[in-house]
């Protein structure tokens, strides 16, 4: 008895733990699109990382609307660290209408 309870309460720690960490990471995600966007008056909204990212998915999907740097940083951030996949374009659109 006390083993499978000693079971579930690492099983419940680990659980808190990974809701803890999912809402660090959420709010690092925001910190680093609002210094993203209070930079983009000086360093401006699109650069060549951007671009080219545009390029490649209007390439493979004619309705791709262009995103800017930021929308980049948040979308990249978002999908790594929050949702643990890749960055292509479906999911970069996804990341952006939520």
């Not at 659980?15 to 960490?21: D, S």
């Not at 309705?63 to 979308?75: D, M």
């Amino acid at each position: 008895m006390s083993k499978i309870l000693f079971f579930l309460v690492l099983c419940c720690l680990y659980l808190v733990q990974i809701q803890g960490q999912l809402l660090t990471d959420r709010q690092y995600c925001n910190r680093l699109t609002r210094e993203c966007l209070r930079s983009e008056g000086t360093v401006g909204p699109n650069d060549d990382t951007e671009g080219i990212y545009n390029d490649w998915c209007r390439r493979s999907n004619r309705n791709w609307r262009n995103i800017t740097r930021c929308q980049l940083v948040r979308a990249s951030c978002e999908l790594t660290l929050v949702r643990c996949e890749n960055l292509t374009c479906a999911n970069v659109a996804r990341v952006l209408r939520t």
